[in-house]
């Protein structure tokens, strides 16, 4: 399985950005799947992630900001971000976990999302 991440860029404050994560499979089999994003000097943190039966889970901090989705016709997945603030300039991750308590992670490359103020 291969993650394609998509859709960053150098956005102004306050501005939007939607990021795609594009399965090369269908992403039926995933029981969750997630972006992540590592800041420079920092460790990679979760941002948001939902499971197959569409739960989502947020990072406190982008929590009413950001809006994670599935679109399972297309397999993909979707952040999208508004409201950006300078600090949510990282790299941003995708994954998808196979399995529930013995799993299987996929990532997928990054792609940099850069907020300017």
């Known amino acids: 399985v291969q993650l394609q991440a998509s859709g960053g860029g150098l956005v102004l404050a306050g501005g939007s950005l939607r990021l795609s994560c594009a399965a090369s499979?269908?992403?039926?089999?995933?029981?969750?799947m997630g972006w992540y994003r590592q800041a420079p000097g920092k460790q990679r943190e979760l941002v948001a992630a939902?499971?197959?039966?569409?739960?989502?889970n947020y990072a406190d901090s982008v929590k009413g900001r950001f809006t994670i989705s599935r679109d399972n016709a297309k397999n993909t997945v979707y952040l999208q971000m508004n409201s950006l603030k300078p600090e949510d300039t990282a790299v941003y991750y995708c994954?998808?976990?196979?399995?529930?308590?013995?799993?299987?992670?996929?990532w997928g490359r990054g792609t940099l999302v850069t907020v300017s103020s």
């Open positions: 499979g269908s992403i039926f089999m995933f029981d969750a």
């Open positions: 939902i499971t197959s039966g569409g739960s989502t």
């Open positions: 994954n998808a976990v196979l399995g529930v308590g013995v799993t299987t992670t996929y």
